[in-house]
């Protein structure tokens, strides 16, 4: 039994099944992104030798399957992303009379996650709103956010505070969670920050309108839509 994620290990996994057809390969696909034209192409040649791929969201499914055609494998949707609700609750103590509004996300500092479409967000805030924006997670894109928020005159309003261990207090802490991907799987940082008490402003991507309801638990906007992402701050600050 061969499982397998993301795409070096997975096209060796379908390497290995074409080789070898008593094997059994299964493939975890967590997010909507198959790569490029020749991460497709070679992605699609090679699922000849998977069993069975296994997605996180519907959203996510309905890509694989599309992406791979009719006589691809068996594609399953299967809801891995559980959250201990007796972490990840609202806080006990609501801090009173607060005035700055705090607004967060959490993630790798990665171009999946659209901070930068954040940081152009937060540059059309009224300059009257009085907020900070905490941003945990490091990543391959550090230097250029950093940038970026120097740039646009945010380094007393956007904090790229590195790691966090403690999550749930974290969230705990905040007013508005934000998710502007360009692309997600379940996302189970919405879930979590959800469970906290937070409503969320989030891309409409992947699995986050299965978790994310408009209008009722969150607002949901078209991914790299800067105008729509202030609308919606806004609209909950």
Known sequence: VVVTALFHATTRGGAAGILNRNSLVVVWEVNQNLGGRFRSRFRKLLSRGMDLIITDAAGVKDTVETALGHAGPTVELVRTGGVDLSVFKPAESPPGNKQQLHMMTV???????????????????????????????????????????????????????????????????????????????????????????????????????????????????????????????????
């Not at 550090?142 to 380094?155: A, S, T």
């Not at 502007?180 to 996302?187: D, K, N, V």
């Open 107 to 237: 993630g790798r500092l990665h171009r999946q996650k659209g901070l930068d479409v954040l940081i152009r967000a937060c540059a059309q805030l009224p300059s009257d709103l009085d907020y900070k924006v905490s941003i945990a997670g490091e990543g391959s894109e550090r230097k250029l956010l950093e940038k970026m928020i120097l740039d646009l005159g945010l380094q007393n309003r956007i904090f790229l505070i590195g790691l966090e261990e403690d999550i749930p207090t974290f969230l705990q802490s905040g007013d508005i969670y934000l998710q502007p991907s360009r692309w997600e799987g379940l996302c189970l940082t919405v879930t979590e920050a959800m469970a906290c008490g937070l409503p969320v402003v989030a891309s409409k991507v992947g699995g986050i309108p299965e978790s994310v309801i408009h209008d009722e638990t969150g607002l949901l906007v078209e991914s790299e839509d800067v105008e729509s992402l202030v609308e919606s701050i806004l609209h909950l600050a």
